[in-house]
């Protein structure tokens, strides 16, 4: 899929505008952006998407969900989001209000660098990780589960290739972390396989 955005004619069109119409008219062509992003992304590769979520983010700033679209594009492809892109994400997250009493990151920080840009966030919050949690699991058991599950929610990432995709991306980028929070002395694993209740059992025993 191809698509064509003239910048410089965007740009010209504002500039003959007032500057109520100016915001409006930035905010209607940025949404425009991300809503072909939403609808198109299974057709786009990941460079064409985060080039028009890019120009919708520079056309309007504060324009809600352009970091969370952008985020999908690549969870959908079975891909880890950027590290720049995600903590953008989370740092604005753990600001919120309600996050002041404490919080549970799920999957995530997914790299190194994701690891050690949260500690500089948390840094700047005066916060710590209390503990972090490694659900431990057969990969085959863990693949076959995460395919049912796809089935009967119908998720887009979780299609068997991009399932087993992510799975070799994970034992690249994501398997170091478990040295790095090990090294922190933080690190708590936990037998993933069973029920639901089950698994949060042996992770609250854990924790206590």
């Given amino acids: ?3 064509i955005v003239s910048y410089t004619s965007l740009s010209s069109s504002l ?3 007032s500057p109520t119409e100016v915001q409006l008219n ?3 062509i940025a949404q425009a952006l991300l ?6 992304r299974n057709k786009m590769s990941v460079a064409e998407a985060e ?3 890019l120009i919708a983010k520079e056309l309007s700033p504060n324009l809600k969900n352009s970091n969370y679209i952008l985020a999908k594009t690549y969870i959908d492809k079975g891909n880890l989001v950027p590290d720049k892109l995600i903590l953008g994400i989370i740092e604005n997250r753990l600001r919120s209000r309600d996050a002041e009493q404490g919080y549970l990151l799920d999957g995530f920080p997914r790299t ?11 840094f700047q919050l005066n916060q710590t990780l209390n503990a972090v949690i490694s659900l431990t699991a057969n990969e085959e058991d863990l693949i076959m589960r995460l ?3 796809g089935k009967d929610s119908g998720r887009s990432d979780e299609a068997p290739e991009i399932i087993r995709h992510r799975q070799k991306v994970y ?6 972390l478990l040295e790095y929070y090990a090294e922190e002395k933080i690190l708590k694993k936990v037998d993933g396989l069973g029920s639901i209740s089950d698994i949060t059992k042996r992770i609250l025993e854990t924790i206590d």
Avoid: C, F, H
Wanted: charged share 20%; net charge positive.
């Fill in 35 to 40: 809503d072909s992003v939403q609808t198109y």
């Fill in 171 to 176: 034992w690249t980028q994501t398997a170091p």
């Fill in 15 to 17: 500039l003959s505008s």
């Fill in 51 to 53: 080039e028009l979520a």
């Fill in 112 to 122: 190194i660098n994701q690891a050690e840009g949260l500690q500089k966030i948390l």
């Fill in 147 to 149: 395919i049912k599950r």
């Fill in 1 to 3: 899929m191809t698509l």
């Fill in 26 to 28: 930035r905010k209607i």
